[in-house]
Structures are given as C-alpha cells and as structure tokens.
C-alpha cells in the first residue's frame, strides 16, 4: 500500500476512494481500524472512521490507530480527510487531529485544503466559499451539529490547536507547484505547521498535489488528493490496472437523514414525483416509537423506490435538540436509521441510497461492513459502492448530505442497478 488515508465520516471517504480510483489508484475503503493486513494489490486505503462530532480525546485516539495500521501496510504518505465544509466546532475534531497526527510523523508544512471545485467548494485568501457564497452564508451556519459560523479558515483552526497556522495565497497557487513549494518552505520558516493553501480549480489541486510528492502528511477534502497519484505513477508504482462494476438488482430503498439544503431539495423532488415516503419525526425516534422492522416492511412492500427519511427544516431540528438534547436526538434517529438497513437486508434489498454522513456512518457501522469496493461515480463527492453484509452483493450509494442534484436519489438508482452509462 503506497497511500494511507483517514476518513473522519463514511461518506467523506467514499469521496476521497473514489476520487483516488478515477485517477488510477486501486483502492479499498475500509469501515473502522481493520483488525487484518489489507490484500496487497491495494494501492490506496482509506480508512473510514465515524470521527466527525465526538469528543476530541477519542477522535484524536482512533485517527493514531488508523495511522499506525496504514503505517503497517507499508504507506510511505498519509491523508487526513474531511469535509470540504470544514464541518468543526471551535474546539475541533479538526484541528486536534490534524496536529496529533503531524506530532505522530514528525511531520511540517502539513497542508490544509478542504477545497472541491467540482462540488463548488473553494478557498481564497483563506476564506471557504460554498459556489458564491462565503461558508458562513451557505446554510452551513445552520448545521445542527457544527455550525459553521466563520468562514476564514485560517481563523477557525487557529482556535482548535496550539500549532501555528499560516497561508498559502492564490498567486502562490497559481503560478504551479515549484511556486508553491516555496511558498510552503516561507511558510515554514516563519513557525507555521499548518498551512492553509488556497485552491479555485481542479488544476490548482493538481499543482498542489505534484508540489506534495514524498510529503508525509497532508489534509483536506477529496479534492485535495487529485494530484497525488500522478506522483506514484511518475515513479513506477501503479499497476495501471482498473476495476469493473456489475450492478445489482432488487429493491432499491433510500434512506436519509440528512437536513441540509441539498438533501431538503431531493426529498422534495421525491415528494413532487408522487413516489411513496415515511417520515421519521425526531419525537417518535426519541421516544421509541417506531418499530424498525415494520418500517423496513413497508418499504419493501412498495413498487418503486421508497424514502424513509428524517430530513427536517433545521428550525424543526433545533426544536428537537432543545426539547431532549442533541445528543439523545442523533443517538436514537441513527440507531433508527441502523436497525432498519437490518431489516432491509434480511428482506433481501438489492440497492440502498443513504443520505447524511452521520446516517452513512450509522448505517455501515450497523451493517458490519468492514470493506467497500469502490465503483463508479453517482455525483461528485458520491461513487457507487458494493459490499456482501449477508453473503451477497448490496449496492450502495453513500452521500454527504450537500452533494448531488435534486435527482440525486434517482441517479444513484439506475448506477447502482448498473442502467446508467458509468466510468
């Protein structure tokens, strides 16, 4: 294994795997620290933690497990991964894990990049814009769990690590990789660590990932890890042998829930094509009420793609959190959510569309998928996935609740069922 990689949601390292596979990495996305050594074809392994929203200490104690397994696979560079929305509290998880794991490596000029162009996240003079829109005016400052209230993110990692942050402007970025390694090397001679670089395209991430060849540690979102391969390439050390996708048929159910805006406009494109829904309220969650094996019954008893989903206004959400606390409120909406993916594949569901990281995580976790194979790409941010969690073959679609169009629960049917052109 030659790039190690560590996920803190489900969702965010299905990007970052699939986006290692499109530019001809084999790659396998592993759910939770494997207890095994990985096959050794492997060229990229991602490590899909749940690592997002729990406390620091525990964030910081998987992520160093992950990295002393990739460590053991022979990795000779490492990834740290999360969303291109910097979701974080002013107390982290980012920041703390970014710096245990350049602690870890002895590792500096480590790089801060969350940017995704293809899914209109960019950075410029440190300040995160969501298309046209400053992070903090995107919607992401209704986040139920890490509301994003500032955009500069050279000032929100200041306040989650002791470590000096410092920047790497756009006229650095685009004049090319030798310009940016010595905007680094300024960088780092003036006591920054970590260092936030600015990206506006996909070419800008290529440059920056040809200017990290032999870098011990980088971080960001997945676009970050676009240039990374061509480095292993130039070397001699990429197979160059791809990967194919068969789809899987069967019942396709989706489920989400996620309340961000993207997520919010793809439920309502459900509702306004008349296709069956079941909504899960956060008062009947908290309570108990529902019984998850009457609800995956439903599902399966529909004639096409049915919505189980909790994807509230976030006014509604904030409601439910002051009424029983935020945690209790996840806790049960995603154990929920878990105990019905159960369901639905001992009923023998062929195709399951989750929407939410959160969701996501709970869901893999309740399945016991320990590996994902990595298929082609629904959206940007969103590939196919395929995983035996009963001896045969489930097709999934995993989505960070901003990705995808508002036919986003379609699309991913037909991939997953493998009627939509794929690449």
Known sequence: MLLGCIGDDFTGSSDLANTLRKQGMRVTQFSGV?????????????????????????????????????????????LFKYCSTFDSTPEGNIGPVAAALAEALDARKVVVCPAFPGAGRTIYQGHLFVHDRLLNE?????HPLNPMTDADIRRWLALQTDMKVGHVGFGAVSNGADAIKAALDRADREGARLIVVDALSDTDLMEIGAALNGAPLLTGGSGIAMGLPENFRRQGLLSGKGSTWQGVEGACVVLSGSCSTATRGQVARHRADELPMFEITADAAVAGKLDPQQIADWAMAQAERPLVFSSADPAKVRAAQETYGREPVATAIEQLFAAIARALVAAGVGRLVVAGGETSGAVVEGLNLTSLEIGPEIAPGAPALRA????????????????????????????????????
Do not use: Y
């Open 34 to 78: 494997p207890t095994v050594a990985a096959d050794p074809s492997v060229e990229a392994g991602v490590v899909a933690l749940k690592s997002r929203s729990i406390p620091a200490k525990e964030a910081i104690a998987q992520s160093l497990q992950a990295l002393e397994w990739l460590k053991a696979q022979g990795c000779t560079q490492f």
């Open 138 to 142: 995107s919607g992401m400052e209704h």
């Open 388 to 423: 035996r969690p009963s001896g045969r073959p489930v097709a999934l679609a995993l989505k960070s609740g901003n990705f995808g169009g508002e036919n986003f629960f379609a699309e991913a049917d037909a991939v997953l069922r493998g009627d939509a052109p794929t690449a």
